[in-house]
């Protein structure tokens, strides 16, 4: 028998790692297992290459728990170890930086989540169990160790009666850790970290219905048998060929991913890259709506098929965190504190290369079929768009496949677009004005007043759409965007003017004073317009740059303006060529005058949606009056 103390000279590194060491103390049993799948895969390994002169067989790991006893075991069929390597491996190199350790982390490893640090995963036992054993046995031929330690420095190792091949670890759990004798409370961990680990894990038995014979009378009752309890899918679809799987495999492993999720994924994308680094997953488009607040945290991140985390920030680019699915990688380091990832040179490349797929990845969706592209781009806009705003590369690739639907349901791309409407909508200063509506039932008029001119009108809704004009303004050339309700037509794509005014210079004032004394100046502007005589007598607009501000600024951006508290302001469009007008000029009484004015403002608000309480019960009520 030895015994003898962990080569560590700092005696409180049991506690610190009990304290410190994980934020959360459930991680050991993701270590365990880990460890346990690592020294399977390596048996394989080493009897492929005929090292390992033993039969690899079809090892499992098991998990057992024995409530009365208070152990739990962790038991695997890898390749075991040597007394001599239980000495090397659990006493040395498991501590070999631990007062390194313990100068950097003292006061932040609690906050920085570190992982697997320095070999330390098995270590992590002890943030659960008052006492520890190892009982082992290697593919060598050589006898079995049982190595044992209280969670002091002190350890004994022994020689041990072990005669199958493997580990195991049996932990003595702590009076502060019980949840974790609990059967549901270990189900619901290995669900959690270990549902797609590459090797079988076994926990307890079910019983399994056995198909009914052909020749089966009637009332036969279905025999049952007990079988294995595997609670793990060992070759999850992320791992295969994309040649290897259907649509029906990717809808499956979905489900699989998220039970509780009963809308069908819109689409798919297999990453699979082994340069210059190695990267695998599968990444879905769930249905979006235009809400921002959409739930994250939907994407597994997972190292060799062990789950690290669903917090991707930082190696999924900002505006594919809102999509699901898995990535895998072994080159993302298992000590997952925030800073040290966004930091890391591996993750930039990942970032930018899952952007690059996904860009690829939509503009073969939308070649391959078009119309089905155009189906869903309502519900995938949202992410096409943030990415657009927030990734340069992502942006420039997303000419070949961003689409910009009219208000009558065509969908151009920006070159189709712009080539369509070069001819019809360049103004006179030679600028291109693009023409677009948010809502085709508030902005009915205007929509009808610009197609009446042949303009085509788009049809763009979603809540960070302001951000993307401005976008687009900047990197298109001489381009602009201004919502058909922000001026009457003819001023939104000025051409060279040619109407000519009924009202003489000396009516236009009188005109303009009148409007001034009947019509509140800090809810309105009014300017004075020379129009078709069929054009709408009174239109109110908002002008395009200050609504714009305050949309920006509701969906983060634009604050610098201070819109957020400004006073809503329109202007008022008097056209000088309409008959009412005219009417308005040639009324006897002042009063009468007022009431003209007032009657045709409020339509013009009621047009726009501005009419409310009891300013229009107050109009209805003056309406019926005036028909009588």
């Known amino acids: 028998m030895a015994t003898g103390n962990i080569n560590v000279s700092v005696e409180n590194i049991f506690p610190l790692i009990k304290k410190f060491l994980y934020s959360d103390h459930e991680i050991f049993l993701r270590e365990l297992i880990s460890n346990a799948t690592d020294a399977t895969l390596k048996l394989k390994h080493l009897t492929n290459v005929g090292e390992a002169k033993v039969e690899y067989g079809n090892p499992i790991i098991e998990v057992k728990v024995d409530k009365e006893g208070k152990k739990l075991h962790i038991i695997d069929q890898g390749l075991g170890m040597t007394a001599e390597e239980v000495e090397k491996y659990i006493n040395e190199v498991a501590f070999s930086g631990a007062e390194e350790f313990l100068d950097k982390y003292k006061d932040s490893a609690k906050d920085s989540g570190i992982i697997g640090h320095f070999g330390l995963g098995f270590y992590s036992a002890f943030m659960v169990a008052e006492k520890v054993e190892i009982i082992t046995k290697s593919y060598k031929d050589e006898p079995a160790a049982h190595w044992t330690c209280d969670g002091s420095p002190e350890f004994t190792l022994v020689e041990a009666d072990k005669k199958e091949r493997g580990t195991e670890i049996i932990l003595h759990i702590a009076e502060d850790s019980t949840e974790f004798l609990e059967d549901s409370r270990i189900t619901e961990l290995l669900n959690k970290y270990n549902k797609f680990m590459p090797i079988p894990i076994k926990f307890g038995t079910k019983e399994e219905t056995l198909p009914l014979p052909e020749d089966a009378k009637e009332d036969a009752k279905p025999e049952t048998k007990t079988v294995d309890n595997i609670i793990n899918n060992p070759d999850p679809a992320w791992t295969k060929q994309p040649t290897d799987l259907e649509d029906k495999d990717y809808k499956d492993f979905y489900r699989e991913l998220y039970p509780m999720q009963f809308e069908e994924p819109l689409f798919h994308i297999h990453l699979n890259v082994d340069y210059p680094f190695n990267l695998t997953g599968i990444l879905y488009f769930p249905k979006m709506t235009n809400d921002m607040n959409i739930q994250k945290d939907k994407i597994q991140l997972y190292q060799n098929q062990v789950f690290v985390t669903d917090n991707v920030e930082g190696i999924v680019p900002e505006f594919l965190t809102m999509l699901r699915g898995v990535i895998d990688s072994p080159d993302i380091p298992l000590n997952v504190s925030r800073s040290y990832l966004q930091a890391d040179?591996?993750?930039?490349?990942?970032?930018?290369?899952?952007?690059?797929?996904?860009?690829?990845?939509?503009?073969?969706?939308?070649?391959?079929?078009?119309?089905?592209?155009?189906?869903?781009?309502?519900?995938?806009?949202?992410?096409?768009?943030?990415?657009?705003?927030?990734?340069?590369k992502f942006f420039e690739k997303a000419d070949a496949f961003a689409l910009y639907p009219t208000v009558d349901g065509t969908y151009y791309t920006y070159d189709e677009l712009y080539n369509k409407i070069k001819a019809n909508q360049t103004d006179k200063?030679?600028?291109?004005?693009?023409?677009?509506?948010?809502?085709?039932?508030?902005?009915?008029?205007?929509?009808?007043?610009?197609?009446?001119?042949?303009?085509?009108v788009l049809l763009l809704d979603s809540p960070i759409v302001s951000h993307l004009m401005q976008k687009l303004e900047t990197s298109k050339e001489k381009i602009s965007f201004a919502r058909v309700d922000a001026d009457h037509i003819d001023n939104l794509i000025k051409k060279e003017d040619t109407k000519i005014s009924k009202l003489s210079e000396e009516q236009k004032t009188e005109l303009d004073e009148l409007l001034k004394e009947v019509i509140p100046s800090e809810k309105f502007s009014v300017q004075l317009e020379t129009m078709d005589s069929d054009a709408t007598p009174f239109m109110i607009t908002q002008p395009e740059f200050m609504r714009r501000m305050k949309e920006m600024q509701q969906t983060g951006g634009g604050g610098m303006f201070g819109m957020g508290n400004m006073p809503e302001m329109y202007n008022l469009v008097v056209n000088t060529n309409s008959e009412l007008v005219s009417d308005i000029l040639n009324t006897k009484t002042k009063k009468k005058k007022e009431r003209l004015i007032n009657q045709s403002l409020d339509?013009?608000?009621?047009?726009?949606?501005?009419?409310?309480g009891e300013e229009l019960t107050s109009f209805i009520k003056r309406s019926y009056e005036m028909i009588k």
Do not use: C, P
């Open 429 to 456: 200063d030679d600028k291109l004005v693009i023409l677009y509506a948010s809502d085709k039932d508030e902005q009915h008029a205007y929509i009808e007043s610009a197609k009446a001119k042949g303009y085509e």
């Open 345 to 392: 040179g591996a993750v930039k490349k990942i970032s930018s290369y899952i952007t690059r797929k996904v860009a690829d990845k939509l503009k073969s969706l939308f070649n391959s079929n078009r119309e089905d592209f155009e189906k869903k781009w309502d519900d995938i806009k949202i992410v096409i768009e943030y990415g657009m705003l927030s990734e340069e």
């Open 603 to 612: 339509l013009a608000r009621l047009s726009q949606g501005l009419l409310k």
